[in-house]
């Protein structure tokens, strides 16, 4: 499954893909900000990328998905390595999805959580 032109720059990589789970792993090295740590944006991008698959598999091929709305909370700083993205969801509705979204270190310790609300388009008629 792609990961689109942001997650290949930012060198994200889909261990997992289904609409009951995505497994997406991001290095470190790269995606930090001026100090050294992982952005929280690139935990953003991460969370937005993982629970978006998701929901566009829930969703299936004929009906676009966009996201509604992101938070994210940040536990821990990351420093290098690899960070891995959980997606699983809370809500998997017509119109509307939700994922729950967990990125931990290589020692399995929490980074940030985020939940990614989606909108699932109906198929455009002509």
Do not use: F, K, W
């Not at 944006?41 to 566009?56: H, P, R, V, Y």
């Amino acid at each position: 499954m792609p990961v689109g032109a942001l997650g290949e720059r930012m060198g994200m990589v889909v261990v997992a893909c289904s609409a009951q789970r995505v497994v997406i792993t991001m290095p470190v090295e790269g995606n930090t900000q001026p100090y050294g740590l992982l952005h929280g944006g690139a935990s953003a991008a991460l969370i937005e990328t993982a629970g978006s698959l998701g929901a566009t598999l829930h969703a299936g091929p004929d009906h676009p998905v966009v996201a509604l709305d992101i938070s994210c909370t940040h536990h821990r700083a990351a420093r290098s390595g690899m960070v891995t993205a959980v997606a699983e969801p809370l809500s998997l509705g017509r119109t509307v999805t939700s994922y729950e979204v967990r990125v931990t270190d290589e020692d399995g310790r929490p980074v940030c959580t985020g939940r990614l609300t989606c909108l699932i388009r109906p198929v455009p008629t002509t």
